[in-house]
């Protein structure tokens, strides 16, 4: 079955480290979008990518940084300068431009201990 | 820049009880429209979508939702509720073919049997 899988599930992080959310997708999507949920205040857009090698920031981008090396894969790296890390993460694709909606993988939640 | 409205943070309902969840946009222009649900310990998933034509959007498990352009609004309705209803509901919306989607807070969604 086609879809999104986010990898690992729970996550745990010391402060001052580094850390990498996985996101693969089979659907040959083009648009791949990182968001943060946090209670009461939505989705947050981090970044996303239209394109392979090519990727924008979204809302809240600081702290954060992405890669596009393959078509099926946007992982997002977690970097010690993000402020409040401590958030459930979003992956999601889109067939090519967000207009068509999204499909949502399972997310990642990160703790920072 | 664009924002998404959702009036109620928090609904406590009876099983069989009419609902209706308000949602507005900012954006004045060509917009597609969307309803997403996740219901608990599980991934976003897509309720219903506008993208033109009938403003009377037909979704799963029996909910609907009316585009007012005049209104700017975007509401979710159910004539009758079901205790499985119980989730977190998104109002989401992408601007004329923007790379991505807007959401609003979130409206959680809590049915009592």
């Known amino acids: 079955d086609g879809g999104i899988t986010q990898s690992p599930k729970y996550l745990f992080r010391k402060e001052g480290q580094n850390v990498t959310l996985s996101c693969e997708q089979n659907?040959?999507?083009?648009?791949m979008y990182w968001y943060r949920q946090d209670p009461g205040q939505g989705l947050r857009l981090i970044y996303y990518?239209?394109?392979?090698?090519?990727?924008q920031k979204g809302d809240i981008a600081e702290g954060y940084s992405v890669s596009r090396e393959k078509k099926e894969s946007f992982p997002l790296t977690v970097t010690s300068a993000q402020k409040n890390p401590t958030a459930f993460y979003l992956c999601?694709?889109?067939?090519?431009?967000?207009?068509?909606?999204?499909?949502f993988g399972s997310g990642t939640r990160l703790t920072v201990v | 820049a664009q924002s998404v409205s959702q009036h109620n943070h928090h609904v406590i309902l009876s099983e069989a009880a009419s609902l209706e969840l308000g949602c507005n946009y900012s954006?004045?222009?060509?917009?597609?429209l969307f309803w997403y649900v996740q219901y608990p310990g599980q991934h976003l998933q897509l309720l219903l979508k506008?993208?033109?034509?009938?403003?009377l959007v037909k979704g799963i498990k029996g909910f609907e939702a009316e585009f007012i352009k005049s209104k700017f609004s975007f509401n979710l309705r159910k004539p009758s509720v079901q205790w499985s209803d119980t989730a977190e509901y998104f109002c989401?919306?992408?601007?004329?073919?923007?790379?991505?989607?807007?959401f609003g807070k979130g409206t959680r969604l809590h049915i009592l049997p």
């Open positions: 990518s239209q394109i392979v090698n090519d990727f």
């Open positions: 659907l040959n999507h083009d648009a």
């Open positions: 989401a919306v992408n601007e004329n073919r923007d790379d991505k989607i807007i």
């Open positions: 954006y004045g222009g060509t917009v597609n």
């Open positions: 999601a694709s889109s067939i090519r431009q967000g207009a068509y909606g999204y499909t």
């Open positions: 506008y993208f033109s034509g009938d403003p």
